[in-house]
């Protein structure tokens, strides 16, 4: 009997001990990747800041599709702009969906649909409704927003140049606002965008992994709030979230209400809504995450195009000559003046590429298990852009972490030219892809191109210090010096001299602003 307990003891022991081995283990129908070990897989070797750095090192090594053990679960990264277009664009229907973010679904109540699975019909209608009143042509109903806006910008400027980033923030904030609900942000303080920030940071620290591990472990679900911290964050960000959206959408009513026709999506969605069969807390949602898909990316994207220009005293001066040719001294750049500057168009892709808003954009997943040549794509598992590791690829990009608009003049796509052959780097590629191809991409680049065109027309941006390379240098090395890895890659608040270029112009500014107002 002893002997016989001893042993079913022992075959217990070993059968835990081997379980506990393969746990973490990469599958063989998987990609290549690092070496795992039992339990965590590849945890250990993914650092929390700036990861796509390291998968931009791995994929050297494992090639442009690689897979990362996270514990049991696995993470597969594309790095390789042929296998994004096979799998993400050709196969898109298969492979559009999202993985499961319980944190995220635990705020939102499902209702967030930038997160949500394909099936996920809030997401299917929301695209819906959204992609006619954003596409490039109703674009052009939205520009004497970015007009104002931007003349706001530069007479912010003027009047405070120390606040170069907070100003740019507020633009572009006020942007998205009035687009989206008709209610701008006229004061970086005033109390929406003091709300907007507050919620973001939370949002942000929300579905960051090292709150709470909940979608690896799911047992910390059910760990009573009282002992679990990310529980309460969780609370703390749907309510600041449900203010946020809510209490801007009760604006666009009341609007509405009063047959104010300013335009806004939220006045046609709201006119749509019974006939789409959306409820009011889906018309909420729609509009918050319009709202925190396009300020914070927008803002991180002229930020960081200014840091580099303080480094590049050339582009900039290029850039400038090229505006003035063609705008003159006299009226501030207008949209249309930007498909007459080759060269600020360059910089704007530019900026893009070196420093992408989402360098690893939002993870996609596939429906069900997916196979792409030999290997097996997991079903719900995340699949990473690794946009930063294709837009930095030296095989590819001449001098690739410099800045060199430059460039896309001598190529379409900024590669080197000569070199590719029978694809090219899809230039939305910072957008995403497939089906999740960003849906304020249009938008973005309107106002972004209205935001630079005017920033150079207008002043010289230059070190605080007369030292050449004292803000940035571009290597990847020293990008935590410079730049937070949050929801999106921003530029840390940075400072610089703000100098106006004329007098004539600081006429211009002014006479604009107050015609805007
Ligand atoms: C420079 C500015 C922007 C960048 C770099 C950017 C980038 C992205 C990326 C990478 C994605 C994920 C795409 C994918 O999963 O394949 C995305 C999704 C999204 N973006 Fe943007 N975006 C920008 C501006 C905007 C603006 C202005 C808006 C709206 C006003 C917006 C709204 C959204 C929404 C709603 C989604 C979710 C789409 C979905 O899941 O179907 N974005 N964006």
Redesign the pocket.
Known sequence: MNTLLTSLVAISFSWIVYSLLQYGRREKSLPPGPPTIPILGNIHLVPIQFPFLKFTEWAKEYGGIMSIKVANGTAIVLSDMRIVKEL?DDHSNET?S?PTLHAADSVTGKNY????TSDNKL?QI??KV?QPL?SSQAVQSHLPIAERETAQLLYDLLERPDDLCSHVSRATLS??TS??FGKPTPQYDSPEAELFRTYMRSFSATIAPAAAPVDLVPLLKYVPEICAPWKRLWKRTRNLQRSLYFSLLEFAESQVGMGHRNGT?MESILSKKDELGLTREMVGYIGG???????E??A??IQSLILCLLDSPESQKRAQQEIDSVVGLSRLPQPSDIQDLPYVQAMIKEI?RLR???PL????SAKEDFSYGQYIIPKGAPIF?N?WGILHDPNLFERPDEFFPERYLMSVDGTIPGLQKGYTIRTSL????????????H???T??SLAVMRLLWAFDFSPLKEKAHVLTSTAPSNLADHFIDGI?LAPKPFRCKVTPRSTEKMTVIQDSYHRSQ
């Open positions: 993400l559009s999202r649909f930038a997160l949500a997401w929301g695209r959204i954003v942007f998205v687009v989206v999506l995450i319009m709202l925190d898909g396009g300020a990316t927008s991180a994207l893009h992408p808003a989402g954009g939002i993870p996609h852009t946009v910072p957008f995403g892809s497939g089906k999740r191809l960003c849906p304020g991409m938008l973005a680049t106002n972004i999106n």
